[in-house]
């Protein structure tokens, strides 16, 4: 069975903390995501890495950095949170398929954010 | 227009009768096609996927494609109300990530 998990399920910090959301995966993927999903927004994509130190914009990076030191581990930063990032932040994985796109992606439990 | 459109619903339909999800996508160069299950507060679980024009089944989910139409479904039978649940439309654009629909919300009556 494929294995994502998060850091944190819940999580409350103050407007301009540093915060660091961690995503570990157990199934060799190489490519690796960050999406939030707010209430009629639906998934949207932050990040996504397909390699090792290897990253690109998703649809929504604003506000956002990444770090991706090995393989199994994929680091979600809000450099300075604000409340406007209060939301549900999930993490997933998947192979790459070998002509662009993914397979199907698995995610972690999420992690619930709230910014006071 | 949206990459993955669905309707938000709600769709309710009653216990033991057929559910019909429903999912249009843009691109025509669209290879794989994702579903997945999201209970409230819980995160996605994939249910199934398709790459091929016509019906894939696995239990009491058929999974539709019709790549001419632009057009994938998903058909749950014998509907029980553990299957209330938002579903997800995903879609293989060619770029390394899915495109998601923003999902319908079943409701299934006892």
């Known amino acids: 069975d494929v294995k994502v998990t998060q850091s944190s399920r819940y999580l409350v910090k103050r407007t301009g903390e540093k915060v660091f959301l961690e995503c570990v995966q157990d199934m060799d993927h190489e490519n690796m995501f960050w999406y939030r999903q707010d209430p009629g927004l639906g998934l949207r994509l932050i990040y996504f890495?397909?390699?090792?130190?290897?990253?690109e914009k998703g649809d929504i990076p604003e506000g956002y950095s990444v770090s991706r030191e090995k393989k199994e581990r994929f680091s979600l930063i809000l450099e300075s949170a604000s409340t406007n990032q209060t939301s549900m932040y999930l993490c997933a994985s998947s192979f790459p398929l070998t002509a662009g796109g993914s397979y199907e992606q698995y995610f972690g439990p999420g992690t619930r954010l709230t910014v006071t | 227009q949206k990459e993955v459109e669905q309707n938000s619903g709600p769709l309710s339909v009653p216990e033991g009768a057929i559910a019909s999800l429903n999912c249009t996508y843009s691109?025509?160069?669209?290879?794989?096609f994702f579903w997945y299950r999201q209970y409230s507060g819980k995160s996605p679980e994939l249910i199934m996927f398709i790459y091929s024009n016509g019906d894939k089944e696995d239990g009491r989910f058929t999974a539709q494609l019709n790549k001419a139409s632009q057009y994938v479904s998903l058909l749950i039978r014998d509907s029980q109300p553990s299957d209330s649940a938002t579903y997800l439309c995903a879609v293989n654009t060619g770029r390394r990530a899915l495109t998601f629909g923003s999902g319908t919300r079943l409701q299934v009556q006892p």
């Open positions: 890495s397909y390699d090792v130190k290897m990253k």
């Open positions: 691109d025509r160069g669209s290879q794989s």
